[in-house]
Structures are given as C-alpha cells and as structure tokens.
C-alpha cells in the first residue's frame, strides 16, 4: 500500500474544518464561562461543598480560615502562569488570567445577585457541577483557562494527547476525597459526585480530536 501525500486540495479541505473565533466571541466566552463556574460555585457555597483543582483548594481555605473565596481563588492560581506562559503562549495566559479574575470577582457578586430559599444538596451538587463543567467547556474552546490544574490538564492533552477530562478527573478526586477531614463525610459523598458530573462534561463534549475551532 502506498502512502498518500496530501495535494493542495487536501490542504484547503483540512483548513476549513478550522473555524477561527472572532476576538468578540472569545469576549462573550470568557464572560458566559465564568459566570457559569461562578454561580456553580454559589451552588456548593451555599450547600458546604467543594470540588476538585484550585476551586477546590480555595474552598477548603475558606472552609478552614474563613478568608474570602474570591481572593484565595486568585492568588493560588498566580504561580501557574509561568507555566502557561512557557508552554501555552502568550494569549492563552492571557485569556486565563481575564478567566480568573473574572470567576474571582463574580464568586463574590453572585450570592449578592442570587439567594438561595432553599437549595437541596443533591441537586447543588449535581448540578453546580453541571454549571462549572459548562462554563469551562466554553473556556476550554476558546483557548482558556481557570488556571491550576486545568493548565496542566490542558497541557497533557496537547502535548501527549491525554484527555482533558480525564486528567481533570482524577486530580479532583483526589483533593475532593481528601477533604474528608475537612467537611462531614455525606458532604464528601456529595462533592464526589459533583466532581463527576463535572468533569463528565468535559470527557464528552471536550476532545482534541473533534472539536477544531480555534482563537
């Protein structure tokens, strides 16, 4: 069997399943994914959860000391961006650290804008980890961030192919399990599913290999 090398047709047909997003679609990505993360995030604040990744770590700091989500999001995420920076370029570093101070800043505005009655447990769970799932595929496709462990998440999957979700879910796993000296063990329970749901948006919707529109 002979190999088949690509002619200039093959060329044109390759670039046009690259659909390049203008800069005011990656503008309304940034500001409709992070508004999503954080009103998932109002969901687990309200309901005593966590999730997995940075998120997860400013929760357990607020949890343990009390001090301002928002501002514990923003500062753990600070020594990640020489990493993004090197090995991700410029923009995407960029778009990330718009990302999070946007997530850091909408964390603390939203339990002002929305206030829960009454929030079950199970479905703050569920779907606040629906919320954020949603709201980092769009940043995910518009070549962004939440910094932490969705860079290097990132990172592995172009680098070596290994799926974003994937990476993500196992990390989050981990720190949500061990927060079990943290919060009440049925709580724990709960941020694991959540974790799941979460990252189950990203292991469906988000693959390199079929999503090609790029920033």
Not at 8 to 18: K, L, N, R, Y
Request: aromatic share 12%.
């Amino acid at each position: 069997m002979t190999e088949h090398i690509p002619d200039h047709a093959d060329t044109e047909q390759v670039a046009e399943i690259f659909v390049r997003h203008p800069l005011w679609e990656d503008a309304l990505a940034l500001l409709f994914g992070t508004a999503m993360v954080a009103l998932g995030i109002a969901f687990y604040s309200h309901a005593g959860l966590l999730t997995g990744g940075t998120v997860g770590l400013a929760f357990l700091l607020k949890y343990l000391a009390g001090w301002p989500f928002g501002l514990v999001f923003f500062l753990l995420n600070l020594p990640f961006y020489a990493l993004a920076l090197w090995r991700m370029g410029w923009q995407f570093t960029l778009r990330t650290a718009c990302a999070v101070a946007l997530v850091s800043l909408l964390a603390e505005l939203t339990p002002r804008w929305v206030v829960f009655a009454e929030l079950n447990q199970l479905y703050a769970a569920v779907f606040g980890g629906f919320a954020m799932g949603l709201g980092l595929l769009m940043l995910f496709r518009h070549r962004a961030s939440l910094g932490g462990v969705n860079i290097l998440a990132l990172f592995l999957q172009e680098r070596f192919g290994l799926r974003a979700g994937a990476v993500q879910m196992g990390v989050d796993a981990t720190i949500v399990l061990a927060s079990i000296f943290v919060v009440a063990p049925d709580k724990v329970a709960l941020s694991v599913l959540g974790a799941v749901a979460l990252n189950m948006v990203l292991a469906i919707n988000h693959r390199a290999d079929r999503y090609m529109g790029v920033s």
